[in-house]
């Protein structure tokens, strides 16, 4: 039976398991079709009312660190499709742009992020589940490198961040948030597996 809807897939994972990758592969394999992809990350709150030395001190790895009761809402809203404006988060000053993207719904809605799991009411929108996980040093060195290379961090505060909140967090919501999932990846993921995904979703959503 063909689905009328948008078909939402969750991917989530420890910081650096890969989640970005699979996206990109999944899309880039079905080509020009209809797909929105979505960061949780770009609904961090916005701290400008904070002090730049009271912003470091956030725990960003936190589910309270994330506005996920709007991007609930957003999904809620492209399901019935409906435009969102989904916020365009700095990562270096870590605050919102006055102006976000307006985005139109899509026949597949890719949504990735380490926390998405641990909200009930945004697991319930996914029609697949998805998590990757990859081993702890791995995860930890893709993380050092991105923070670096990507949201202007030294080295020292990309390794400071990662045991007093990173590594405690992923334990205490992370890990946990496995026992969610319809499907496990490792972190170097299977060609086979995501094969298989690609010929589903275009069977499904596309044919």
């Known amino acids: 039976m063909k689905i009328s ?5 969750g ?7 890969g989640k970005t990758t699979l996206v990109k592969e999944i899309t880039d394999k079905l080509h020009s079709r209809s797909v929105l992809t979505i960061q949780h990350d770009s ?10 030395l009271e912003r470091e001190k956030v725990n960003f790895d ?14 809620e809203q492209l399901i019935k499709g409906e435009k969102v404006e989904i ?8 605050t919102r742009q006055e102006k976000g993207n307006i985005v ?10 380490h926390l998405l799991f641990t909200n009930r009411k945004l697991r319930e929108l996914f029609n697949l589940k998805i998590f990757i996980d990859a081993d702890d040093d791995i995860r930890f060195i893709r993380r050092l490198q991105r923070d670096i290379k990507e949201r202007g961090r030294s ?7 990662y045991f007093e909140t990173v590594k405690p967090m992923h334990k205490e919501f992370v890990e946990i948030s496995k026992r969610y999932t319809d499907i496990i990846l490792p972190g170097e993921q299977s060609l086979t597996a995501i094969n298989m995904l690609i010929t589903m979703l275009n069977t499904e959503l596309f044919n």
């Open 43 to 52: 609904y961090y709150r916005d701290i400008s009312h904070l002090s730049q």
């Open 11 to 17: 991917i989530a994972g420890g910081t650096g398991s």
């Open 62 to 75: 936190h589910p309270d660190s994330l506005e996920t009761d709007l991007l609930v809402k957003h999904l």
């Open 87 to 94: 916020p365009e988060y700095d990562f270096v000053t870590h």
């Open 104 to 113: 139109e719904s899509a026949r597949l809605i890719i949504v990735e992020g």
């Open 155 to 161: 080295t020292e505060s990309v390794i400071q961040q």
């Open 5 to 9: 809807h948008p078909f939402i897939i």
